[in-house]
Protein backbone atom coordinates (compact mmCIF):
# COMPACT_ATOMS: atom_id res chain seq x y z
CA UNK A 1 0.00 0.00 0.00
CA UNK A 2 1.14 3.64 -0.23
CA UNK A 3 1.30 6.24 2.52
CA UNK A 4 -1.21 8.66 1.08
CA UNK A 5 -2.14 10.56 4.23
CA UNK A 6 -2.73 14.56 4.45
CA UNK A 7 -1.53 14.99 8.34
CA UNK A 8 -0.13 12.13 9.90
CA UNK A 9 0.35 13.69 13.16
CA UNK A 10 -1.59 15.96 15.34
CA UNK A 11 -1.43 17.06 18.85
CA UNK A 12 -4.47 17.36 21.21
CA UNK A 13 -5.13 18.16 25.02
CA UNK A 14 -8.57 16.38 26.31
CA UNK A 15 -9.13 17.33 30.31
CA UNK A 16 -9.66 14.48 32.56
CA UNK A 17 -13.29 14.83 34.37
CA UNK A 18 -15.46 14.37 37.31
CA UNK A 19 -18.11 12.38 37.42
CA UNK A 20 -21.12 13.91 39.69
CA UNK A 21 -23.59 10.95 38.86
CA UNK A 22 -21.26 8.30 39.10
CA UNK A 23 -20.27 5.23 35.84
CA UNK A 24 -19.60 2.07 37.48
CA UNK A 25 -20.47 -1.62 35.75
CA UNK A 26 -20.66 -2.01 32.50
CA UNK A 27 -24.03 -3.52 30.25
CA UNK A 28 -21.11 -4.68 27.58
CA UNK A 29 -17.40 -5.13 29.08
CA UNK A 30 -15.78 -5.30 25.34
CA UNK A 31 -17.58 -2.11 24.23
CA UNK A 32 -17.89 -0.18 27.32
CA UNK A 33 -21.47 -0.11 27.33
CA UNK A 34 -22.60 1.52 30.64
CA UNK A 35 -25.09 -0.03 33.10
CA UNK A 36 -26.30 3.49 33.85
CA UNK A 37 -26.10 6.97 32.22
CA UNK A 38 -23.75 9.63 34.12
CA UNK A 39 -22.63 13.18 34.90
CA UNK A 40 -19.68 15.00 34.93
CA UNK A 41 -17.37 18.22 34.22
CA UNK A 42 -13.74 18.36 32.76
CA UNK A 43 -11.17 20.16 35.03
CA UNK A 44 -9.97 22.83 33.26
CA UNK A 45 -6.80 22.89 35.14
CA UNK A 46 -5.70 19.17 34.57
CA UNK A 47 -4.77 17.90 31.11
CA UNK A 48 -3.38 15.32 29.09
CA UNK A 49 -1.54 16.46 25.92
CA UNK A 50 -0.85 13.52 23.36
CA UNK A 51 0.68 13.53 20.20
CA UNK A 52 -0.08 10.62 17.69
CA UNK A 53 2.20 9.86 14.47
CA UNK A 54 1.57 7.40 11.88
CA UNK A 55 4.67 6.82 9.83
CA UNK A 56 5.41 3.82 7.38
CA UNK A 57 8.65 3.47 9.21
CA UNK A 58 7.66 2.36 12.25
CA UNK A 59 7.70 -1.50 13.11
CA UNK A 60 5.63 -1.16 15.76
CA UNK A 61 3.23 0.84 17.66
CA UNK A 62 4.60 2.73 20.51
CA UNK A 63 3.57 4.62 23.77
CA UNK A 64 5.68 7.49 25.54
CA UNK A 65 4.18 8.38 28.76
CA UNK A 66 5.16 11.56 30.51
CA UNK A 67 8.79 10.94 28.67
CA UNK A 68 8.90 7.46 29.78
CA UNK A 69 8.42 3.84 27.05
CA UNK A 70 5.51 2.25 28.45
CA UNK A 71 4.59 -1.14 27.50
CA UNK A 72 2.41 -3.86 28.29
CA UNK A 73 -1.22 -3.29 29.17
CA UNK A 74 -1.11 0.49 28.08
CA UNK A 75 0.68 -0.04 24.91
CA UNK A 76 -1.83 -2.85 24.36
CA UNK A 77 -4.97 -0.56 25.11
CA UNK A 78 -3.59 2.17 23.24
CA UNK A 79 -2.83 -0.19 19.89
CA UNK A 80 -6.59 -1.15 20.45
CA UNK A 81 -7.79 2.06 20.21
CA UNK A 82 -5.45 2.95 17.23
CA UNK A 83 -6.29 -0.14 15.17
CA UNK A 84 -9.88 0.88 15.91
CA UNK A 85 -9.07 4.44 13.91
CA UNK A 86 -6.87 2.39 11.40
CA UNK A 87 -10.09 0.36 11.07
CA UNK A 88 -12.02 3.08 10.29
CA UNK A 89 -9.64 5.37 7.95
CA UNK A 90 -8.77 2.00 6.24
CA UNK A 91 -4.66 2.64 7.29
CA UNK A 92 -1.94 -0.15 8.07
CA UNK A 93 0.92 2.07 9.45
CA UNK A 94 2.17 2.07 12.93
CA UNK A 95 2.05 5.16 14.80
CA UNK A 96 4.12 6.90 17.83
CA UNK A 97 1.94 7.67 21.18
CA UNK A 98 3.56 10.26 22.90
CA UNK A 99 1.47 11.69 26.32
CA UNK A 100 1.90 13.96 28.68
CA UNK A 101 -0.29 14.38 31.78
CA UNK A 102 0.16 17.27 34.13
CA UNK A 103 -1.40 15.11 37.38
CA UNK A 104 -0.68 12.05 39.07
CA UNK A 105 -1.81 8.64 37.14
CA UNK A 106 -3.87 6.08 38.08
CA UNK A 107 -4.91 7.50 41.98
CA UNK A 108 -9.06 8.27 40.60
CA UNK A 109 -8.27 11.80 39.00
CA UNK A 110 -9.23 10.08 35.95
CA UNK A 111 -6.18 10.32 33.83
CA UNK A 112 -7.34 7.32 31.57
CA UNK A 113 -10.30 9.01 30.71
CA UNK A 114 -8.21 12.50 29.53
CA UNK A 115 -5.60 9.76 27.94
CA UNK A 116 -8.25 8.26 26.05
CA UNK A 117 -9.98 11.63 24.81
CA UNK A 118 -6.91 13.40 23.95
CA UNK A 119 -5.64 9.70 21.87
CA UNK A 120 -9.19 9.55 20.28
CA UNK A 121 -8.80 12.95 18.57
CA UNK A 122 -5.44 13.16 18.23
CA UNK A 123 -5.10 9.17 16.26
CA UNK A 124 -8.39 10.06 14.52
CA UNK A 125 -7.10 13.45 12.85
CA UNK A 126 -3.69 11.78 12.05
CA UNK A 127 -5.44 9.68 10.38
CA UNK A 128 -6.84 12.13 8.12
CA UNK A 129 -10.61 11.30 9.76
CA UNK A 130 -12.44 14.40 10.62
CA UNK A 131 -14.93 12.72 13.31
CA UNK A 132 -17.57 14.87 14.52
CA UNK A 133 -18.06 14.74 18.15
CA UNK A 134 -20.50 12.12 18.67
CA UNK A 135 -18.58 9.93 16.71
CA UNK A 136 -15.48 11.22 18.41
CA UNK A 137 -17.26 10.55 21.93
CA UNK A 138 -18.21 6.76 20.89
CA UNK A 139 -14.30 6.17 19.87
CA UNK A 140 -13.25 7.32 23.19
CA UNK A 141 -15.64 5.72 25.59
CA UNK A 142 -13.79 2.36 23.31
CA UNK A 143 -10.42 2.91 25.06
CA UNK A 144 -11.66 3.78 28.84
CA UNK A 145 -15.51 4.67 29.26
CA UNK A 146 -15.62 7.58 30.83
CA UNK A 147 -13.11 8.93 28.54
CA UNK A 148 -16.21 9.61 26.31
CA UNK A 149 -17.08 12.47 28.66
CA UNK A 150 -14.03 14.46 28.21
CA UNK A 151 -14.76 14.99 24.51
CA UNK A 152 -17.27 17.69 24.93
CA UNK A 153 -16.87 20.51 27.58
CA UNK A 154 -19.16 22.27 30.38
CA UNK A 155 -21.41 20.04 32.24
CA UNK A 156 -21.69 16.68 30.54
CA UNK A 157 -23.92 13.75 30.44
CA UNK A 158 -23.20 10.08 29.19
CA UNK A 159 -26.11 8.72 27.58
CA UNK A 160 -26.02 4.94 28.13
CA UNK A 161 -26.93 3.77 25.13
CA UNK A 162 -27.42 -0.19 23.60
CA UNK A 163 -25.22 -0.03 20.81
CA UNK A 164 -21.75 1.53 20.24
CA UNK A 165 -23.25 3.70 18.14
CA UNK A 166 -25.61 4.60 20.96
CA UNK A 167 -23.60 5.43 23.59
CA UNK A 168 -21.94 8.68 23.83
CA UNK A 169 -21.64 12.13 25.57
CA UNK A 170 -23.33 15.68 25.43
CA UNK A 171 -23.10 18.96 26.70
CA UNK A 172 -25.39 20.36 28.07
CA UNK A 173 -24.42 23.30 29.79
CA UNK A 174 -21.26 25.53 28.93
CA UNK A 175 -18.09 25.69 31.07
CA UNK A 176 -19.45 29.43 32.40
CA UNK A 177 -22.84 28.11 33.33
CA UNK A 178 -22.15 27.60 37.08
CA UNK A 179 -19.12 28.78 38.65
CA UNK A 180 -17.75 25.93 40.94
CA UNK A 181 -14.61 24.17 40.69
CA UNK A 182 -13.36 20.65 42.11
CA UNK A 183 -10.99 21.13 44.82
CA UNK A 184 -9.09 17.99 44.66
CA UNK A 185 -7.43 16.65 47.94
CA UNK A 186 -5.07 14.22 46.53
CA UNK A 187 -3.96 11.92 49.59
CA UNK A 188 -2.55 9.26 47.57
CA UNK A 189 -0.30 9.98 44.65
CA UNK A 190 0.43 6.36 43.95
CA UNK A 191 -1.62 4.00 41.54
CA UNK A 192 -4.28 2.37 43.35
CA UNK A 193 -4.46 -1.83 43.56
CA UNK A 194 -7.25 -2.21 41.75
CA UNK A 195 -8.01 -0.39 38.32
CA UNK A 196 -11.51 1.07 37.64
CA UNK A 197 -11.60 -1.23 34.56
CA UNK A 198 -10.76 -4.40 36.66
CA UNK A 199 -13.90 -2.86 39.10
CA UNK A 200 -16.21 -2.50 36.35
CA UNK A 201 -16.06 -6.11 35.80
CA UNK A 202 -17.17 -7.07 38.97
CA UNK A 203 -19.51 -4.25 39.57
CA UNK A 204 -22.68 -6.89 39.28
CA UNK A 205 -21.11 -8.97 41.60
CA UNK A 206 -21.97 -6.50 44.33
CA UNK A 207 -25.33 -7.76 45.69
CA UNK A 208 -26.39 -3.94 45.36
CA UNK A 209 -25.75 -3.07 42.01
CA UNK A 210 -29.11 -3.67 40.07
CA UNK A 211 -30.61 -1.42 42.72
CA UNK A 212 -28.53 1.08 42.42
CA UNK A 213 -28.39 0.86 38.62
CA UNK A 214 -32.69 0.72 38.81
CA UNK A 215 -32.21 4.15 40.64
CA UNK A 216 -29.61 5.58 38.75
CA UNK A 217 -32.73 7.73 36.32
CA UNK A 218 -34.32 9.43 39.38
CA UNK A 219 -30.17 10.28 40.48
CA UNK A 220 -29.55 12.13 37.05
CA UNK A 221 -32.65 13.86 36.57
CA UNK A 222 -31.94 15.53 40.08
CA UNK A 223 -28.47 16.65 38.95
CA UNK A 224 -29.80 17.92 35.94
CA UNK A 225 -32.08 19.85 37.54
CA UNK A 226 -29.64 20.75 40.46
CA UNK A 227 -26.99 22.15 37.75
CA UNK A 228 -30.06 23.90 35.62
CA UNK A 229 -31.42 25.69 38.64
CA UNK A 230 -28.30 26.28 40.30
CA UNK A 231 -29.22 25.06 43.16
CA UNK A 232 -26.15 23.74 45.42
CA UNK A 233 -28.28 22.15 48.52
CA UNK A 234 -29.95 19.76 45.88
CA UNK A 235 -26.46 19.33 43.91
CA UNK A 236 -24.38 18.29 47.21
CA UNK A 237 -27.47 15.71 48.57
CA UNK A 238 -27.67 14.15 44.69
CA UNK A 239 -24.21 13.71 44.15
CA UNK A 240 -22.79 13.12 48.33
CA UNK A 241 -25.71 9.98 47.82
CA UNK A 242 -24.55 8.82 44.57
CA UNK A 243 -20.93 9.09 45.35
CA UNK A 244 -21.83 6.57 48.61
CA UNK A 245 -24.00 4.36 46.05
CA UNK A 246 -20.56 3.58 44.02
CA UNK A 247 -18.38 3.08 46.76
CA UNK A 248 -21.22 0.83 48.41
CA UNK A 249 -21.30 -1.37 45.20
CA UNK A 250 -17.52 -1.59 45.44
CA UNK A 251 -17.18 -2.46 48.98
CA UNK A 252 -19.43 -5.03 48.88
CA UNK A 253 -18.34 -6.55 45.46
CA UNK A 254 -16.20 -9.62 45.21
CA UNK A 255 -13.41 -9.08 45.79
CA UNK A 256 -14.50 -6.13 47.73
CA UNK A 257 -13.01 -2.82 46.92
CA UNK A 258 -12.64 -0.48 49.25
CA UNK A 259 -11.10 2.81 47.91
CA UNK A 260 -11.85 4.64 50.78
CA UNK A 261 -8.93 5.95 52.96
CA UNK A 262 -8.71 7.34 56.80
CA UNK A 263 -8.03 10.72 55.51
CA UNK A 264 -11.02 10.37 53.15
CA UNK A 265 -13.71 9.46 55.86
CA UNK A 266 -12.14 12.83 58.05
CA UNK A 267 -12.93 14.91 55.19
CA UNK A 268 -16.77 13.11 54.47
CA UNK A 269 -17.34 12.86 58.00
CA UNK A 270 -16.05 16.97 57.92
CA UNK A 271 -18.30 18.33 55.01
CA UNK A 272 -21.98 18.23 55.63
CA UNK A 273 -21.09 20.76 59.04
CA UNK A 274 -19.16 23.11 56.62
CA UNK A 275 -22.27 23.17 54.49
CA UNK A 276 -24.25 23.98 57.85
CA UNK A 277 -21.93 27.02 58.52
CA UNK A 278 -23.20 27.99 54.79
CA UNK A 279 -20.50 27.19 52.73
CA UNK A 280 -21.13 25.76 49.33
CA UNK A 281 -19.27 22.36 49.26
CA UNK A 282 -19.91 19.04 48.60
CA UNK A 283 -17.66 15.88 48.01
CA UNK A 284 -17.51 13.17 45.79
CA UNK A 285 -14.66 10.44 45.53
CA UNK A 286 -14.06 7.95 42.19
CA UNK A 287 -12.44 4.98 42.09
CA UNK A 288 -9.68 6.04 44.74
CA UNK A 289 -9.25 8.06 48.27
CA UNK A 290 -8.57 11.51 46.83
CA UNK A 291 -11.96 13.73 47.61
CA UNK A 292 -13.37 16.18 45.20
CA UNK A 293 -14.95 19.00 47.03
CA UNK A 294 -17.06 20.41 44.61
CA UNK A 295 -17.76 24.22 45.35
CA UNK A 296 -19.14 27.11 44.61
CA UNK A 297 -15.23 29.52 43.76
CA UNK A 298 -15.85 32.46 46.30
CA UNK A 299 -15.72 29.19 48.66
CA UNK A 300 -12.83 27.60 47.62
CA UNK A 301 -10.16 29.42 49.55
CA UNK A 302 -11.78 28.81 52.75
CA UNK A 303 -12.95 24.96 51.94
CA UNK A 304 -8.90 24.74 51.34
CA UNK A 305 -8.39 25.94 54.97
CA UNK A 306 -10.56 23.70 56.37
CA UNK A 307 -9.72 20.80 54.82
CA UNK A 308 -5.74 21.12 55.98
CA UNK A 309 -7.19 21.10 59.37
CA UNK A 310 -8.88 17.76 59.52
CA UNK A 311 -6.51 15.90 56.83
CA UNK A 312 -2.64 16.11 55.99
CA UNK A 313 -2.93 15.60 52.16
CA UNK A 314 0.02 15.16 49.66
CA UNK A 315 -1.06 17.90 47.25
CA UNK A 316 -4.60 19.88 47.12
CA UNK A 317 -5.07 20.81 43.31
CA UNK A 318 -8.19 23.45 42.72
CA UNK A 319 -9.83 23.41 39.10
CA UNK A 320 -12.56 25.14 37.52
CA UNK A 321 -14.92 23.80 34.41
CA UNK A 322 -13.08 22.93 31.50
CA UNK A 323 -14.08 23.18 27.44
CA UNK A 324 -13.95 20.12 25.08
CA UNK A 325 -11.10 18.57 23.72
CA UNK A 326 -9.55 19.59 21.19
CA UNK A 327 -6.58 19.93 18.61
CA UNK A 328 -3.60 22.12 19.29
CA UNK A 329 -1.34 21.03 16.27
CA UNK A 330 -1.81 18.85 13.29
CA UNK A 331 0.32 18.55 10.13
CA UNK B 1 -55.97 -4.27 94.37
CA UNK B 2 -54.23 -5.76 96.65
CA UNK B 3 -50.27 -6.28 96.08
CA UNK B 4 -50.05 -10.00 95.91
CA UNK B 5 -46.74 -10.49 94.23
CA UNK B 6 -44.71 -13.23 96.11
CA UNK B 7 -41.56 -12.12 94.02
CA UNK B 8 -41.31 -8.75 93.55
CA UNK B 9 -37.41 -7.46 93.33
CA UNK B 10 -35.07 -9.71 90.83
CA UNK B 11 -31.81 -8.77 89.81
CA UNK B 12 -30.55 -10.35 86.35
CA UNK B 13 -27.62 -9.88 83.99
CA UNK B 14 -27.58 -9.80 80.27
CA UNK B 15 -24.92 -9.60 77.65
CA UNK B 16 -24.66 -7.31 74.81
CA UNK B 17 -24.38 -9.08 71.47
CA UNK B 18 -22.23 -8.45 68.31
CA UNK B 19 -24.21 -9.58 65.21
CA UNK B 20 -22.11 -11.05 62.57
CA UNK B 21 -25.25 -10.75 60.09
CA UNK B 22 -26.85 -7.62 60.71
CA UNK B 23 -30.21 -6.26 61.84
CA UNK B 24 -31.38 -3.15 59.65
CA UNK B 25 -34.77 -1.86 59.32
CA UNK B 26 -37.63 -3.09 60.85
CA UNK B 27 -40.67 -4.40 59.00
CA UNK B 28 -42.88 -2.69 61.71
CA UNK B 29 -41.29 -0.66 63.44
CA UNK B 30 -43.74 -0.81 66.75
CA UNK B 31 -43.44 -4.45 67.33
CA UNK B 32 -39.45 -4.33 66.32
CA UNK B 33 -39.86 -6.89 63.85
CA UNK B 34 -37.47 -6.89 61.55
CA UNK B 35 -36.83 -7.04 57.91
CA UNK B 36 -34.37 -9.79 57.86
CA UNK B 37 -33.18 -12.26 59.97
CA UNK B 38 -30.01 -11.74 61.96
CA UNK B 39 -26.69 -13.78 63.47
CA UNK B 40 -25.23 -12.97 66.59
CA UNK B 41 -23.09 -14.21 69.66
CA UNK B 42 -23.01 -12.71 73.05
CA UNK B 43 -20.36 -10.98 74.56
CA UNK B 44 -19.22 -12.85 77.81
CA UNK B 45 -17.30 -9.75 79.05
CA UNK B 46 -19.94 -7.13 78.79
CA UNK B 47 -23.00 -6.79 80.58
CA UNK B 48 -25.89 -5.26 82.31
CA UNK B 49 -26.83 -6.08 85.81
CA UNK B 50 -30.65 -4.81 86.04
CA UNK B 51 -32.45 -4.76 89.05
CA UNK B 52 -36.34 -4.23 89.24
CA UNK B 53 -38.53 -3.68 91.90
CA UNK B 54 -42.29 -3.39 92.43
CA UNK B 55 -43.73 -1.33 95.43
CA UNK B 56 -46.93 -0.32 95.82
CA UNK B 57 -45.31 2.98 97.56
CA UNK B 58 -43.80 4.34 94.05
CA UNK B 59 -45.54 6.96 92.53
CA UNK B 60 -44.16 6.37 89.31
CA UNK B 61 -41.59 4.20 87.30
CA UNK B 62 -37.99 5.44 87.66
CA UNK B 63 -34.75 4.37 86.27
CA UNK B 64 -31.50 4.72 87.54
CA UNK B 65 -28.16 3.89 85.39
CA UNK B 66 -25.40 3.32 86.53
CA UNK B 67 -26.18 5.27 89.88
CA UNK B 68 -27.26 7.65 87.49
CA UNK B 69 -31.11 8.91 87.73
CA UNK B 70 -32.74 8.93 84.09
CA UNK B 71 -35.86 10.39 82.73
CA UNK B 72 -36.72 11.47 79.07
CA UNK B 73 -36.75 8.85 76.49
CA UNK B 74 -34.85 6.40 78.40
CA UNK B 75 -37.35 6.39 80.90
CA UNK B 76 -40.09 6.51 78.61
CA UNK B 77 -39.22 3.61 77.13
CA UNK B 78 -38.07 1.61 79.86
CA UNK B 79 -41.72 1.99 81.27
CA UNK B 80 -43.23 0.83 78.03
CA UNK B 81 -41.77 -2.65 78.65
CA UNK B 82 -42.92 -2.83 82.03
CA UNK B 83 -46.59 -1.83 81.10
CA UNK B 84 -45.91 -4.68 78.84
CA UNK B 85 -45.24 -7.32 81.86
CA UNK B 86 -47.55 -5.17 83.66
CA UNK B 87 -50.73 -6.23 81.47
CA UNK B 88 -49.26 -9.99 81.08
CA UNK B 89 -49.16 -9.92 84.80
CA UNK B 90 -51.94 -7.99 85.42
CA UNK B 91 -50.29 -5.91 87.38
CA UNK B 92 -50.79 -2.12 88.48
CA UNK B 93 -47.72 -1.18 90.86
CA UNK B 94 -44.65 0.88 89.89
CA UNK B 95 -41.52 0.00 89.12
CA UNK B 96 -37.55 0.90 90.21
CA UNK B 97 -34.97 -0.11 87.78
CA UNK B 98 -31.69 -0.09 88.40
CA UNK B 99 -28.88 -0.90 85.83
CA UNK B 100 -25.02 -1.05 85.75
CA UNK B 101 -23.37 -1.63 82.91
CA UNK B 102 -19.67 -1.95 82.51
CA UNK B 103 -19.12 -0.59 79.43
CA UNK B 104 -19.64 2.52 77.75
CA UNK B 105 -23.23 3.20 76.45
CA UNK B 106 -24.76 4.32 73.21
CA UNK B 107 -21.87 3.61 71.00
CA UNK B 108 -22.94 1.11 69.15
CA UNK B 109 -21.41 -1.75 71.57
CA UNK B 110 -25.42 -2.87 71.92
CA UNK B 111 -25.98 -1.28 75.02
CA UNK B 112 -29.44 -1.44 74.70
CA UNK B 113 -29.73 -4.91 73.82
CA UNK B 114 -27.56 -6.09 77.10
CA UNK B 115 -30.29 -3.27 78.95
CA UNK B 116 -33.40 -4.39 77.54
CA UNK B 117 -32.65 -8.27 77.90
CA UNK B 118 -32.03 -8.01 81.31
CA UNK B 119 -34.90 -5.81 81.66
CA UNK B 120 -37.24 -8.33 80.39
CA UNK B 121 -36.25 -10.65 82.59
CA UNK B 122 -35.84 -8.91 85.76
CA UNK B 123 -39.01 -7.56 85.23
CA UNK B 124 -41.42 -11.07 84.09
CA UNK B 125 -39.94 -12.45 87.31
CA UNK B 126 -39.91 -9.54 90.14
CA UNK B 127 -43.71 -9.46 88.95
CA UNK B 128 -44.29 -13.14 89.47
CA UNK B 129 -44.17 -14.28 85.43
CA UNK B 130 -42.30 -17.51 84.68
CA UNK B 131 -41.33 -16.78 80.65
CA UNK B 132 -40.18 -19.34 78.74
CA UNK B 133 -36.93 -18.51 76.57
CA UNK B 134 -38.99 -17.99 73.38
CA UNK B 135 -41.50 -15.29 75.43
CA UNK B 136 -38.37 -13.58 77.06
CA UNK B 137 -37.21 -12.82 73.83
CA UNK B 138 -40.04 -11.88 72.16
CA UNK B 139 -40.29 -8.98 75.32
CA UNK B 140 -37.18 -8.07 74.78
CA UNK B 141 -37.70 -7.35 71.54
CA UNK B 142 -40.22 -5.12 72.02
CA UNK B 143 -37.97 -3.05 73.94
CA UNK B 144 -34.85 -3.01 71.65
CA UNK B 145 -35.06 -5.15 68.56
CA UNK B 146 -31.57 -6.92 69.03
CA UNK B 147 -31.97 -7.51 72.41
CA UNK B 148 -33.88 -10.52 71.62
CA UNK B 149 -30.68 -12.05 70.63
CA UNK B 150 -29.75 -11.53 74.52
CA UNK B 151 -31.71 -13.69 75.56
CA UNK B 152 -30.23 -16.92 74.57
CA UNK B 153 -26.51 -17.96 74.56
CA UNK B 154 -23.78 -18.73 71.90
CA UNK B 155 -24.61 -18.32 68.50
CA UNK B 156 -27.92 -17.17 68.78
CA UNK B 157 -29.98 -16.33 64.94
CA UNK B 158 -33.00 -13.93 65.25
CA UNK B 159 -35.90 -15.23 63.12
CA UNK B 160 -37.62 -12.44 61.63
CA UNK B 161 -41.07 -13.79 61.76
CA UNK B 162 -44.10 -12.37 60.67
CA UNK B 163 -46.09 -10.85 64.30
CA UNK B 164 -45.14 -10.17 68.14
CA UNK B 165 -45.24 -14.31 68.57
CA UNK B 166 -42.84 -15.18 65.92
CA UNK B 167 -40.42 -12.52 66.28
CA UNK B 168 -37.65 -14.11 68.36
CA UNK B 169 -33.96 -15.39 69.07
CA UNK B 170 -32.84 -18.79 69.38
CA UNK B 171 -29.37 -20.55 69.87
CA UNK B 172 -28.33 -23.16 67.14
CA UNK B 173 -24.65 -23.32 68.86
CA UNK B 174 -23.17 -23.34 72.34
CA UNK B 175 -20.50 -20.78 73.61
CA UNK B 176 -17.66 -22.99 73.86
CA UNK B 177 -18.78 -24.41 70.26
CA UNK B 178 -15.92 -22.21 68.11
CA UNK B 179 -13.16 -20.38 70.62
CA UNK B 180 -13.54 -17.16 68.99
CA UNK B 181 -13.23 -14.14 70.79
CA UNK B 182 -14.34 -10.48 69.88
CA UNK B 183 -11.55 -7.58 70.15
CA UNK B 184 -13.69 -4.49 70.51
CA UNK B 185 -11.39 -1.68 69.10
CA UNK B 186 -12.93 1.34 71.11
CA UNK B 187 -12.64 4.59 69.17
CA UNK B 188 -14.82 7.21 70.69
CA UNK B 189 -17.10 6.49 73.88
CA UNK B 190 -18.99 9.38 73.34
CA UNK B 191 -22.90 9.14 72.23
CA UNK B 192 -24.03 8.58 68.61
CA UNK B 193 -25.31 11.57 67.29
CA UNK B 194 -28.21 9.09 65.45
CA UNK B 195 -29.20 5.82 67.53
CA UNK B 196 -30.10 2.67 66.26
CA UNK B 197 -33.58 3.33 66.55
CA UNK B 198 -34.39 6.10 64.86
CA UNK B 199 -32.00 4.87 62.25
CA UNK B 200 -34.27 1.65 61.61
CA UNK B 201 -36.99 3.59 60.81
CA UNK B 202 -35.16 5.13 58.07
CA UNK B 203 -33.29 2.58 56.57
CA UNK B 204 -35.79 1.86 53.71
CA UNK B 205 -34.97 5.35 52.35
CA UNK B 206 -31.82 3.99 50.87
CA UNK B 207 -32.18 2.87 47.54
CA UNK B 208 -30.14 0.15 48.41
CA UNK B 209 -32.01 -1.30 51.44
CA UNK B 210 -34.48 -3.50 49.32
CA UNK B 211 -31.89 -5.22 47.94
CA UNK B 212 -29.94 -5.92 51.21
CA UNK B 213 -32.99 -7.83 52.88
CA UNK B 214 -33.92 -9.43 49.53
CA UNK B 215 -29.98 -11.33 49.81
CA UNK B 216 -30.41 -11.62 53.65
CA UNK B 217 -31.43 -15.28 53.28
CA UNK B 218 -27.98 -16.32 51.20
CA UNK B 219 -26.08 -14.26 53.75
CA UNK B 220 -27.37 -16.03 56.95
CA UNK B 221 -27.16 -19.40 55.31
CA UNK B 222 -23.59 -18.52 54.63
CA UNK B 223 -22.67 -18.11 58.09
CA UNK B 224 -24.85 -20.15 59.52
CA UNK B 225 -22.58 -23.04 57.67
CA UNK B 226 -19.46 -20.92 58.42
CA UNK B 227 -20.20 -21.52 62.01
CA UNK B 228 -21.26 -24.69 62.30
CA UNK B 229 -17.94 -26.09 60.31
CA UNK B 230 -16.05 -23.51 61.79
CA UNK B 231 -14.62 -22.30 58.69
CA UNK B 232 -12.81 -18.60 59.45
CA UNK B 233 -12.48 -17.57 55.65
CA UNK B 234 -15.92 -18.17 54.89
CA UNK B 235 -16.76 -16.83 58.14
CA UNK B 236 -14.63 -13.52 57.10
CA UNK B 237 -16.04 -12.81 53.87
CA UNK B 238 -19.58 -13.36 55.00
CA UNK B 239 -19.32 -11.19 58.06
CA UNK B 240 -17.16 -8.39 56.16
CA UNK B 241 -19.82 -8.33 53.14
CA UNK B 242 -22.97 -8.09 55.64
CA UNK B 243 -21.24 -5.19 57.99
CA UNK B 244 -20.48 -3.31 54.77
CA UNK B 245 -24.14 -3.93 53.26
CA UNK B 246 -25.75 -2.35 56.42
CA UNK B 247 -23.08 0.49 56.24
CA UNK B 248 -24.19 0.64 52.78
CA UNK B 249 -27.37 1.24 53.43
CA UNK B 250 -26.70 4.06 56.14
CA UNK B 251 -24.48 5.89 54.23
CA UNK B 252 -27.33 5.69 51.21
CA UNK B 253 -30.44 7.01 53.68
CA UNK B 254 -32.34 10.37 53.84
CA UNK B 255 -30.62 11.93 56.04
CA UNK B 256 -27.06 9.89 55.24
CA UNK B 257 -25.73 8.16 58.59
CA UNK B 258 -21.93 7.96 58.54
CA UNK B 259 -21.22 5.62 61.28
CA UNK B 260 -17.48 5.35 60.40
CA UNK B 261 -14.41 7.23 61.34
CA UNK B 262 -11.01 7.91 60.34
CA UNK B 263 -9.76 5.03 62.60
CA UNK B 264 -12.66 2.70 61.41
CA UNK B 265 -11.24 2.80 57.85
CA UNK B 266 -7.92 2.14 58.69
CA UNK B 267 -8.16 -0.52 60.38
CA UNK B 268 -11.07 -1.84 57.85
CA UNK B 269 -8.12 -1.61 55.38
CA UNK B 270 -5.62 -3.31 57.64
CA UNK B 271 -7.55 -6.56 58.21
CA UNK B 272 -7.68 -8.54 54.95
CA UNK B 273 -3.74 -7.34 55.06
CA UNK B 274 -3.34 -9.43 58.33
CA UNK B 275 -5.52 -12.38 57.10
CA UNK B 276 -3.41 -13.16 54.36
CA UNK B 277 -0.43 -12.94 56.98
CA UNK B 278 -2.14 -16.25 58.87
CA UNK B 279 -4.45 -14.73 61.19
CA UNK B 280 -7.71 -15.49 61.60
CA UNK B 281 -9.26 -12.37 62.27
CA UNK B 282 -12.38 -10.34 60.50
CA UNK B 283 -13.97 -6.96 60.80
CA UNK B 284 -17.66 -6.09 61.74
CA UNK B 285 -19.16 -2.77 62.79
CA UNK B 286 -22.61 -1.84 64.42
CA UNK B 287 -24.33 1.17 64.46
CA UNK B 288 -20.97 3.46 65.63
CA UNK B 289 -17.32 3.76 64.84
CA UNK B 290 -16.17 1.28 66.94
CA UNK B 291 -14.22 -1.62 65.27
CA UNK B 292 -14.99 -5.50 66.44
CA UNK B 293 -12.21 -7.71 65.24
CA UNK B 294 -13.78 -11.19 65.52
CA UNK B 295 -10.72 -13.33 65.86
CA UNK B 296 -9.50 -17.15 67.05
CA UNK B 297 -8.51 -16.77 71.00
CA UNK B 298 -5.00 -17.90 69.59
CA UNK B 299 -4.86 -14.81 67.24
CA UNK B 300 -6.09 -12.00 69.79
CA UNK B 301 -3.08 -11.01 71.53
CA UNK B 302 -1.56 -10.27 68.00
CA UNK B 303 -4.31 -8.48 66.67
CA UNK B 304 -4.19 -6.59 69.83
CA UNK B 305 -0.93 -5.57 68.57
CA UNK B 306 -1.43 -4.84 65.22
CA UNK B 307 -4.30 -2.47 66.13
CA UNK B 308 -2.22 -0.61 68.26
CA UNK B 309 -0.04 -0.03 65.00
CA UNK B 310 -2.70 1.52 62.53
CA UNK B 311 -5.21 3.16 65.06
CA UNK B 312 -5.67 5.38 68.37
CA UNK B 313 -8.16 3.85 70.41
CA UNK B 314 -9.15 5.09 73.56
CA UNK B 315 -9.78 1.33 74.82
CA UNK B 316 -9.45 -2.22 73.71
CA UNK B 317 -11.93 -4.67 75.16
CA UNK B 318 -11.45 -8.78 74.42
CA UNK B 319 -14.70 -10.35 75.11
CA UNK B 320 -15.43 -14.57 74.43
CA UNK B 321 -18.59 -15.67 73.54
CA UNK B 322 -21.15 -15.56 76.16
CA UNK B 323 -23.85 -17.35 77.65
CA UNK B 324 -28.06 -16.80 78.39
CA UNK B 325 -29.43 -13.86 79.65
CA UNK B 326 -29.62 -14.74 83.54
CA UNK B 327 -31.43 -14.51 87.11
CA UNK B 328 -28.94 -13.90 89.94
CA UNK B 329 -30.98 -12.81 92.53
CA UNK B 330 -35.48 -12.79 92.96
CA UNK B 331 -36.73 -12.16 96.11
Not at 170 to 191: G, K, M, T, Y
Not at 218 to 227: F, G, V
Request: aromatic share 6%.
Amino acid sequence: MTFTLEIHSATTIAHPNIALIKYWGNRDDTLNLPANGSISFNLAALEARTNVTFNLDFPADQLVINQEPAGGLALARVSAMLDLVRAMAKLNVHALVESTLNFPIGTGIASSAAGFAALALAASRAAGLDLNDKKLSCLARRGSGSACRSIPGGFVEWLPGISDETSYAVSFAAPDHWDLVDVIVVLQNQPKKTGSREGHTIAFTSPLQEARVADAPRRLQACRDAIRWKDFGALAEIIELDSNMMHAVMMTSSPPLQYWEAGSIALMQAVPGWRSEGLQVAYTLDAGPNVHLICARKDAEMVREKVLEVSTPVDIIVSGIGGPARIVRSV
